[in-house]
């Protein structure tokens, strides 16, 4: 696999891994963001842990309301994370 076709699957399996914990095997609750949250993107979003800045970010993904994010609305976090970095390391050059 190439390197972007390795970091698709990396980003589905890991999404996978938290979803249907709990109800929908395709959904993350908001249990589950908070854990992938913490154990996946900890070292990024330093306030994982805050109950408020995760109700936050789970009402902002939550784009259709239904009180679950889906691997489409997940990813427009992974997305925005990724561009944050990258406009970080440029700025560091």
Do not use: P, R, W
């Amino acid at each position: 696999m190439s390197g972007v076709q390795n970091a698709m699957s990396l980003l589905i399996s890991s999404f996978h891994k938290y979803s249907g914990k709990e109800g929908d095997k395709y959904t993350l609750s908001k249990t589950e963001l908070k854990e992938l949250l913490q154990n996946e993107l900890g070292d990024l979003l330093g306030k994982a842990t805050d109950k408020a800045a995760v109700d936050k970010i789970f009402q902002d993904l939550d784009s259709n309301k239904d009180n679950t994010v889906d691997f489409k609305e997940f990813v427009t976090l992974v997305a925005c994370l990724t561009v944050m970095c990258n406009d970080f390391f440029i700025k560091k050059k």
